[in-house]
């Protein structure tokens, strides 16, 4: 049976995407909070980062992948994109849609596993993915996906956690497995899933090792922008055949 990471523990590879799902299912409704707090409301600017690296347009079909509540999707739909959201999390995606609609937009929301996206080949000038894909089972095999997905000279932006600045590791470890699962007992009523979140930011491949993959996925041009010291990456990387 293979085995694969969830956090530090090794689990059954069928098992992580329940597991996943499990712990967004307990959070859903604190997720966005906890999101301000975590990050002192930077998530916010780096999302709008990223938004701006997509380069969107009006009228661009745009998948928003492990879309959650929705905030890169919200932005792009807001730039004149068709924005289709995804999510394997019910409860998650439920979210993303429900505040969708409340900022006065419409768009498809589709729960699948991005591993098998059901969506043709070349139908996206761009796909995203915040924060999501560091707890994909097979992440080559979803960026392979999101590379199909794409059409020629379609681009792939991934916004993910990554390897701080070596000077401030100390700090943010600290700050990662003593106050984030703290903050996350007494904000969520979870501290389980916070420290999950810590753990699996030191399982993600770093920013060269990231930039590799989409490589082998199939993307050109790649390459990455630290935001937060390292603490945080952009990579954005191009289809071209």
Sequence with gaps: MSETHFGFERVAEEEKAKRVEQVFERVADRYDLMNDLMSFGLHRLWKAFTVSLARIHPGERVLDVASGSGDLARAMAARGAEVCMSDINGPMLARGRDRMAD?????????CDAERL?????????????????????????LAEMHRVLRPGGRLLVLEFSQVWKPLRKPYDL???????????????????????AESIRMHPDQPALAAMLEGA????????????????????????
């Design 103 to 111: 900022a006065g937009r419409l768009a498809a929301a589709v729960r």
């Design 118 to 142: 059901p969506f043709r080949a070349g139908s996206f000038d761009c796909v995203t993915v915040g924060f999501g894909l560091r707890n994909m089972t097979h992440k080559d095999a979803a």
């Design 175 to 197: 700050y990662s497995f003593r106050v984030l699962p703290w903050l996350g007992e007494r904000v969520a009523g979870d501290a389980a899933a916070y420290r999950y979140l």
């Design 218 to 241: 199939g993307l050109a041009q790649v390459e990455y922008f630290n935001l937060a010291a390292g603490a945080v990456a952009v990579h954005r990387g191009y289809k071209v055949e």
